[in-house]
C-alpha cells in the first residue's frame, strides 16, 4: 500500500488548491473531492496540499522537525 497524505472527504469541498500545488501530480479532482492517484508512488510528503488546504482537509501524519546544529 503506498502511503500518502489523509483526505478527509467531509472536510474537502473541491476547490482543487492541492491538485495546483502538487509538484508530482499526486493528486487528482474526482468530482467534488480530491483523491491520490493510484499509481503514483512520487509523493514526497512535501505537505504543500496540507499547507494550501483552507479546510484542512489533508493532513500528514507526522510533523517534520528540523534541528539546529
Known amino acids: 500500500m503506498i502511503e500518502t ?3 478527509d472527504t467531509e472536510k ?3 476547490c482543487g488548491l492541492c491538485v ?3 509538484h ?3 493528486l487528482i479532482l474526482t468530482g467534488k473531492v ?3 492517484t493510484v499509481t503514483t508512488e512520487e509523493c514526497d ?3 504543500d496540499c496540507e ?3 483552507p479546510t484542512e482537509a489533508l493532513s500528514c501524519p507526522f510533523e517534520i522537525v528540523i534541528e539546529e546544529l
Open 34 to 36: 480530491v483523491t491520490f
Open 5 to 7: 497524505p489523509l483526505i
Open 45 to 47: 510528503w512535501c505537505t
Open 12 to 14: 474537502c469541498t473541491g
Open 51 to 53: 499547507i494550501a488546504c
Open 20 to 22: 495546483e500545488v502538487c
Open 24 to 26: 508530482c501530480g499526486a
